[in-house]
C-alpha cells in the first residue's frame, strides 16, 4: 500500500511539473499574440484626434460650450439647469445643450444656453458617456471633452469663480 501511494504522489508531482511546462508554453503564446496585436494596431492609421464642428464655430473670438446630454438621465437634467444658471452675455464664451430630443430644450429655455436638438449631430461629437462638457475654439474646433460629474465639475470647467458660483 505504501508503494502504490509513493508512486501516485511521485505521478502528481510530475503531473504538476508538467501542466507548469503547459502553462508557460501558453503564456508564452498569449505574450506573442498581445505583441503581435500591438504592432498590428501601430500599423492601423489612427483616426483623426480633432474634430470639428462648424455649427459650433463662432463670429465673435468666443470658444463654445457644448453640453452633450441624454433625455433620461437626471444628472443631464440638473448640469442643464446648472449651465442655465450661469450662462449670460457677460461671459467670455457661449453655451450650447446638444440633446437628440426636445425635452433637452425645455432644461435650458429661457435662458442664454442655446438647445442643439440633433441626433445625428450626437452621434457625429460622439462623447461615451453623458453629461459630457465639450469645448470648441471660436473655429468650430474641438479642445478638449470632459464628463460632468457634479455641479461643481461643471463651474471648475467652466472657470466660474466660488463668488459667482453662489449667486448663480
Known amino acids: 500500500m505504501r508503494a502504490f501511494l509513493d508512486s501516485l504522489a511521485v505521478l502528481s508531482f510530475l503531473g504538476t511539473v508538467l501542466l507548469l511546462f503547459a502553462f508557460s508554453a501558453l503564456l508564452g503564446m498569449v505574450r506573442q499574440l498581445q505583441s503581435k496585436l500591438v504592432q498590428a494596431q501601430a500599423a492601423v492609421p489612427a483616426a483623426p484626434a480633432v474634430r470639428s464642428v462648424a455649427r459650433f464655430a463662432s463670429d465673435d473670438g ?5 453640453l452633450v446630454v441624454s433625455e ?3 444628472n443631464c437634467r440638473e448640469r442643464s439647469r446648472r449651465l442655465a444658471d450661469t450662462a449670460g452675455p457677460d461671459r467670455p464664451w457661449h453655451a450650447v445643450v446638444l440633446g437628440s430630443a426636445d425635452r433637452c430644450a425645455e432644461w435650458v429655455a429661457g435662458s442664454q444656453v442655446v438647445p442643439v436638438i440633433d441626433a445625428a449631430l450626437v452621434g457625429t461629437v460622439a462623447v461615451g458617456a ?10 468650430g474646433t474641438e479642445e478638449w471633452r470632459r464628463v460632468v460629474g457634479s455641479d461643481e465639475d461643471l463651474d471648475a470647467f467652466l472657470a466660474v469663480s466660488p463668488a459667482e458660483r453662489s449667486n448663480a
Open 130 to 139: 453623458t453629461p459630457s462638457l465639450v469645448k470648441y475654439s471660436p473655429d
Open 72 to 74: 433620461h438621465c437626471p
Open 62 to 66: 468666443l470658444p463654445t460650450f457644448v
